[in-house]
């Protein structure tokens, strides 16, 4: 079993709608959660972290933890095709463990 | 401010030689993560240094090591390369001694191993 897993996609979404990013991991002694977002052929970008159960909101995009689940989602509202990229879901235990992606396009 | 970089962008070696990466943590970090990035995949951690010293290891053979230098820059060795270390290598900071354990990420170093 995979420590972080995430639908591999592709996900796709209509410009101006809410794309939903899906992960759930398997250590619960994992105390940080982190979603990054990789254009093709770049390195990952830091787009939010998350330490509490509940919601965090940053602009547009708004980061979901649920430790009891083992659950962490990402919504993204108002989709714009810049946000096309593949989504890296990662927990921390000493170590950073990512899953594997969730590719992401959103069409104009 | 600089953020992280890593040299070279890109590396072409042949099965069997040996390579060394390079990585400039961002101003303020003093800790440095390497990680491998195979195509499709999401980063495996290989190491972590603090202090010169390897904190955490991930599940990588011994051919693949490390070094920190006191100006908290890093390098990756890999020694006995094999294709499947065909992989994007990328390095990311921290900065330790901080309520926030988030990691951010040079552009990487593309190795390709024929």
């Known amino acids: 079993q995979k420590e972080v897993e995430q639908n591999s996609g592709p996900l796709s979404v209509p410009e101006g709608a809410i794309a939903s990013l899906n992960c759930t991991y398997s250590d619960r002694g994992s105390q940080s959660f982190f979603w990054y977002r990789q254009y093709s052929g770049k390195s990952p970008e830091l787009i939010m972290s998350i330490y509490s159960n509940g919601d965090k909101e940053d602009g547009r995009f708004t980061a979901q933890l649920n430790k009891a689940s083992q659950y962490v989602s990402l919504l993204i509202r108002d989709s714009q095709p810049s946000d096309s990229a593949t989504y890296l879901c990662?927990?921390?235990?000493?170590?950073?463990?990512f899953g594997a992606g969730t590719r992401l396009t959103v069409k104009p | 401010d600089a953020g992280v970089t890593q040299s070279p962008t890109h590396l072409i070696k042949t099965r069997g030689q040996q390579v060394t990466l390079r990585c400039s943590p961002k101003?303020?970090?003093?800790?440095v993560s390497w990680y491998q990035q195979a195509l499709g995949q999401g980063p495996q951690f290989i190491f972590q240094?603090?202090?010169?010293?390897?904190?955490q290891r991930g599940n990588f053979p011994d051919r693949f090591s490390g070094h920190q230098f006191p100006n908290y820059s890093s390098e990756l060795n890999v020694n006995a390369l094999l294709l499947g270390d065909s992989a994007l290598y990328l390095c990311a900071s921290s900065p330790l001694a901080s309520s926030t354990d988030t990691q951010y990420f040079g552009p990487g170093t593309r190795l390709t191993v024929l």
């Open positions: 990662a927990g921390n235990n000493n170590d950073m463990r």
């Open positions: 101003s303020g970090h003093d800790t």
């Open positions: 240094y603090y202090e010169e010293e390897e904190r």
